[in-house]
């Protein structure tokens, strides 16, 4: 039996490793967009998908209470959108997905132009806008208006000039 030629080899070698690149490249992207599953205080297991869209209140098929958000208690501003009608007790935003109505409670943090309440926003107001981790029809925090003012000041009797360098 004649032996194959170095160069048809070499062919069989890039071929194998091509597959196998191929495969290794399938079960990593597979593995990156599997829900990952997550254990409930009540013993039941729920299921989350990192939303690769937020703000669009389930439109990409997930129910956004089960959605992952960057956003609540800390996190950042991850959803844009004007507000359309503000209640006393709810606002309503347009995304460039929808519009939707969100619950204000005592927690939610509001800013616009510095520390301010529901009562302030208008209707057209440009906002910044996160949604509490428990509730995503409930504001975190929103901020609307001069983004510098919106920003944690420092308290009375603190120095604007920690250094001591004049």
Do not use: C, W
């Not at 959108?81 to 606002?91: K, P, R, Y």
């Amino acid at each position: 039996m004649p032996r194959p030629s170095s160069r048809l080899m070499k062919i069989g070698y890039v071929g194998a490793g091509l597959l196998a690149g191929a495969v290794l490249a399938t079960t990593i992207t597979a593995q990156a967009a599997s829900p990952t599953t997550t254990p409930t205080t009540t013993g039941s297991t729920r299921t989350t998908t990192t939303d690769p869209h937020p703000g669009d209140n389930g439109a990409d098929g997930v129910p956004e209470s089960q959605e992952v958000h960057s956003g609540g208690h800390g996190g950042a501003l991850d959803l844009s959108g004007t507000v359309t009608a503000v209640g006393t007790s709810s606002v309503t935003i347009k995304t460039a997905s929808g519009t939707t109505e969100y619950s204000v409670t005592s927690n939610s943090d509001i800013d616009k132009n510095g520390e301010s309440t529901l009562s302030n926003l208008a209707a057209g107001d440009v906002v910044t806008f996160s949604v509490d981790t428990a509730n995503a029809k409930q504001i975190d925090k929103l901020h609307a208006g001069d983004e510098a003012k919106n920003a944690p000041q420092p308290s009375a009797g603190s120095s604007t000039n920690p250094s001591g360098v004049a």
